[in-house]
């Protein structure tokens, strides 16, 4: 059985300390909801979940590999709350884009996984004439064709409308259901059974 590890660590941004040797552990599996105000550190404790940032001590692992190894990263998607996306390219362009940055090749697949995330019609619109919940949609698309066992997701309901988020639960348990590891934050309400929650 796959296990995250999160032992002790601490993060500082400026003079405020966010959390101190904070620890827990994830299997197969596990939903965590990263709770808290603004500012207590959710997002902080993603980004360095991603390899993105370190934590001042601590230690983060997946499977006895270090956060920022290149093994620990090829296990890793992150989903900032901002949509990536170039307003030059079309819907199908913008996916395959991001499924190539995570070394992916799933050109066959990525018309059937926008009409997934109800963006059927949408596959050759520029990423300039969608509103802001359709951008969203478009970048979690890319979760549907993403290998990676741990989804790191900082606010994935936002934007989205009622339609948007239950495809998004869905995507979610079925990621669970499957062995997959999922931590989010989110302000929103959301129906995800088993769902642990840690507040900051």
């Not at 901002?82 to 913008?94: D, F, T, V, Y």
């Not at 309400?189 to 507040?199: A, F, K």
Request: with cysteine; net charge negative.
């Amino acid at each position: 059985m796959s296990e995250l590890i999160v032992n002790k660590i601490s993060c500082q941004r400026g003079y405020n300390n966010l959390f101190s040797e904070l620890s827990f552990s994830l299997t197969s599996g596990d939903i965590l909801k990263i709770s808290g105000a603004n500012g207590s550190g959710k997002t902080s404790l993603l980004k360095i979940l991603a390899g993105l940032s370190s934590a001042e001590c601590g230690s983060v692992s997946y499977n006895q590999n270090k956060a920022g190894s290149s093994k620990y990263q090829q296990d890793i998607f992150y989903l900032g709350h901002l949509p990536a996306l170039s307003p030059e390219l079309r819907c199908q362009e913008n996916l395959s884009f991001l499924s190539q940055l995570q070394g992916d090749d799933v050109t066959d697949k990525v018309k059937d996984t926008l009409i997934d995330m109800g963006l059927k019609g949408y596959e050759n619109e520029y990423a300039a004439n969608l509103s802001a919940g359709q951008k969203r949609r478009v970048v979690l698309a890319s979760l549907l064709i993403n290998q990676a066992p741990i989804w790191l997701l900082d606010e994935p309901f936002t934007a989205l409308d009622s339609d948007g988020v239950v495809i998004l639960e869905e995507q979610i348990n079925k990621h669970s259901n499957g062995g997959g590891l999922c931590v989010l934050t989110t302000h929103q309400e959301c129906n995800l059974p088993n769902m642990q929650i840690l507040s900051l």
